[in-house]
């Protein structure tokens, strides 16, 4: 048994300490849920860097105390110069992953920071940038401690991570990747957190800021141009909603992947597990995983391009139909596109109840590789998942939106519980969410282990390019040898706690008593935080 942080007044949980001590920061001036995650949101892309950005992007979910959740889209659009031509003109069969031409689409993170505290201002908040920032801005300008978790990541062979402009002068010393503890500075990338302080978050994209990254894009031969920042803007977009049991659960809309994660939770209701950590509870997110993935892949798009509307994927008939199709003797085999991704989720519930579910990315580790040098920011490969094919369901095209793997998520409960809750890493972010919920909602688990427990991916992920199931050290030998003998290949990661089957994240608050339990990833360097 883990022991679950519980805090009285408001609480934060991030997967590196100094995020959280940011937003605890935030709090004790006065701020709210929305102003802790700005904070955090700066801080997270100063010290784990290889997971995030400022020049990635970002969605959120904020509950309001009187129930209403509304979601902020702050995915930037392919840049008017990305076309399937140009590539094809210069002999790519796909999008490359690193260098220049891997920086397809405008990074959208900073621009929902500012749609967020617009929300927060209309709710109260009232906390200056210059406060919000002041963490991030001083771990750049000072140095912080390179973190364990950036330590532990090794490109894959063939990866040109190190080879992509500026990418050796920031995050290399004498050639080679730091190690965890020592001191990295960040300087350009602190000037650029302090000018936004000063003048605000709009120059990121219409001022002096956006001008610097215009141009490096240009010198650098990227697609993305700064008229394509200039016109860029965030948007509100109401999330997805599931009916389960005593729960609403809210995930986000297309182009992200949060209806995989409603899926997977509402097939498995209907599948009757009774008995937690069994073969049946396995095998049944194993099966509605595939599922779920099936639907994700043939339907999730650009918002404004769907072809379907996502919530009859969530009606109960729907549902039922599917889950009907799940043989609990057997695995089926079901096709599953590759969506690798890595990526940091964030949750923040203040005094008043006000609860944000937050995540943000540049997709692969260190997205395209790429810092500008003019404002240190190392921007996103996001537009990998476009396809260079125009029939696909995700072609590449200027000012389409690509498939994004990030999904923040929330619940709220009959009892008045709300739940802010997420995962990093790429397909396996509903999966991860499916496990922590079901341990928490349906089997009792305190939200310390439903966090700590052992878990499973279906897929590829982290530069693994097999469908096993991949699992921790910690299951059960005899379960793990029935799922084989049901048809799943199984693969052992190796080690009891593996950062390849994410980093996750729960808060919790209380009706009766208005306490918040939260957790953060013990796989992670983070924590929870609060009052």
């Not at 927060?120 to 401690?145: M, Y």
């Not at 692969?364 to 125009?390: A, C, H, K, M, Q």
Request: a negative charge.
């Amino acid at each position: 048994m883990t022991e679950t942080p519980v805090f009285t007044d408001s609480a934060v949980a991030a997967p590196h300490h100094l995020a959280a001590s940011a937003g605890r920061t935030v709090l004790a001036q006065g701020g709210n849920a929305i102003e802790a995650m700005v904070a955090m949101a700066a801080s997270i892309a100063v010290v784990y860097p290889h997971m995030n950005s400022i020049g990635g992007d970002g969605f959120r979910l904020v509950r309001e105390r009187g129930g209403r959740v509304r979601g902020i889209e702050a995915c930037g659009p392919a840049g008017r110069l990305a076309t399937i031509q140009r590539y094809r003109e210069k002999g790519y069969d796909t999008i490359p992953a690193r260098g220049p031409d891997a920086m397809v689409t405008v990074a959208g993170a900073v621009g929902g920071w500012e749609l967020a505290l617009a929300l927060s201002k209309a709710l109260g908040g009232r906390l200056p940038l210059e406060v919000l920032l002041a963490d991030a801005v001083t771990q750049a300008r000072d140095g912080v401690p390179v973190s364990p978790s950036e330590e532990r990541y090794k490109p894959q062979p063939g990866d040109t991570l190190h080879e992509a402009p500026n990418f050796a002068a920031t995050f290399l010393k004498d050639g080679q990747p730091y190690r965890a503890g020592e001191i990295r500075k960040l300087a350009a990338l602190g000037a650029t957190l302090e000018q936004l302080a000063h003048a605000g978050l709009d120059d990121f994209y219409r001022g002096d800021i956006g001008h610097e990254i215009g141009a490096d894009l240009e010198r650098l031969g990227a697609p993305v141009t700064r008229s394509d920042l200039e016109s860029y803007r965030p948007a509100e977009r109401a999330p997805l909603a599931l009916r389960r049991r005593d729960a609403t659960l809210f995930n986000f809309p297309p182009p992200t992947q949060g209806l995989a994660a409603l899926i997977i939770l509402g097939l498995f209701d209907r599948l009757n597990v009774s008995a937690p950590e069994s073969l049946a509870h396995y095998h049944g997110l194993i099966e509605a995983t595939k599922r779920a993935f099936a639907v994700r892949d043939r339907v999730v798009t650009d918002f404004g391009r769907l072809r379907h509307d996502p919530a009859d994927f969530l009606a109960p008939a729907f549902l039922a139909t599917e889950a009907a199709r799940i043989d609990m003797k057997r695995a089926a085999s079901v096709p599953l596109r590759d969506s690798p991704g890595d990526t940091v989720w964030m949750g923040a519930i203040d005094r008043d109840g006000l609860a944000v579910s937050y995540i943000q990315s540049v997709y692969w580790e260190y997205g395209s590789g790429v810092v500008l040098p003019r404002t240190g920011i190392d921007w996103l490969n996001r537009g990998v998942s476009f396809s260079l094919d125009p029939a696909a369901v995700n072609p590449l095209e200027p000012g389409r939106r690509p498939f994004h793997t990030l999904i923040p998520a929330l619940a709220a409960f009959d009892d008045g519980r709300v739940i802010a809750y997420g995962a990093m890493g790429g397909d396996g972010q509903p999966q991860f969410q499916a496990q922590i919920f079901c341990r928490y909602a349906d089997y009792g688990f305190s939200v310390a282990d439903a966090v700590d427990a052992p878990r499973l991916l279906y897929g590829r992920t982290w530069g693994a390019p097999s469908l096993s199931v991949k699992v921790e050290d910690r299951f059960d030998p005899a379960i793990l040898s029935a799922l084989e003998r049901m048809g799943h290949q199984i693969e052992p990661v190796g080690v009891p706690y593996s950062d390849t089957l994410g980093h996750a994240g729960m808060l919790v608050r209380r009706p009766r008593d208005g306490r918040i339990e939260a957790m953060h990833d013990p796989r992670s360097d983070g924590g929870a935080l609060g009052f």
